[in-house]
């Protein structure tokens, strides 16, 4: 069946890199996403990634995709505090329907 | 604001009660979502409409709820007879089908006491 998983939590230090992993079980995923979830917002596209590309850059944001391992990671250059959020790893077969992960909550401090 | 609304924004309702929440999508938008989100989780997915038509419905979307979108605009979630399991966060999307083109509302918040 379907299923997205992240590690729970993260905890960097203001100026350096997060990286954030999620591992998906669908191999006919055609689309991964990343999406960020401010507390009391709603649910933010950052960025995503088609199946058949090893990575794609967008200002600070990295995602890297290991089609084989079925991994997908997403890394933001700089942190600042401004990033603090929980951040959800989709996936989806077409246009349709998508499958969250349970999301990684990111801590930025000083 | 162009971008999808859903109202009510909050909803608190006794246990046993019927309660429907509207989404407005994205005015080009013709696809249209709704999923769930508790607590810790990520959204689940519940339901997908292409214009008027129902495609999809998940097995989380049991007997006692019911979508609709009568005429391919706006869409109603409605639930019967809830349950404290019922409390969550209602989330609606919308795209046109392209990829990465899903834009979330800010969700209602029922509450079921």
């Known amino acids: 069946g379907e299923d997205v998983e992240q590690s729970l939590f993260l905890s960097v230090r203001e100026g350096d890199s997060s990286v954030i992993n999620c591992t998906y079980t669908?191999?006919?995923?055609?689309?991964l996403y990343w999406y960020k979830q401010e507390p009391g917002a709603g649910l933010q596209l950052l960025t995503y990634?088609?199946?058949?590309?090893d990575m794609k850059q967008d200002q600070r944001l990295t995602v890297l995709l290991n089609k084989k391992d079925k991994h997908l990671s997403l890394r933001i250059a700089d942190t600042q505090t401004g990033d603090s959020a929980i951040y959800f790893c989709?996936?989806?077969?077409?246009?349709?329907?998508?499958?969250f992960g349970a999301g990684t909550r990111l801590a930025v401090h000083p | 604001d162009t971008g999808v609304s859903q109202n009510p924004r909050h909803k608190i309702t006794k246990r046993g009660q019927n309660v429907t929440f509207r989404c407005d999508p994205i005015?080009?938008?013709?696809?249209l979502y709704w999923y769930r989100q508790t607590l810790g989780q990520g959204p689940e997915f519940l339901t997908y409409?292409?214009?008027?038509?129902?495609?999809?419905k998940s097995r989380l979307l049991s007997d006692r709820f019911s979508a609709e979108r009568p005429k391919g605009s706006f869409s109603t979630l409605e639930i019967q007879r809830t349950e404290q399991g019922d409390s969550a966060m209602y989330l609606c999307?919308?795209?046109?089908?392209?990829?990465?083109?899903?834009?979330f509302g800010p969700g209602t918040r029922l509450t079921v006491l």
């Open positions: 999307a919308s795209s046109k089908g392209t990829p990465g083109d899903q834009f």
């Open positions: 669908d191999s006919s995923s055609t689309y």
């Open positions: 990634i088609f199946s058949n590309m």
């Open positions: 989709a996936e989806s077969s077409g246009y349709n329907k998508l499958i």
């Open positions: 005015s080009e938008h013709n696809r």
């Open positions: 409409f292409q214009n008027e038509a129902q495609l999809e």
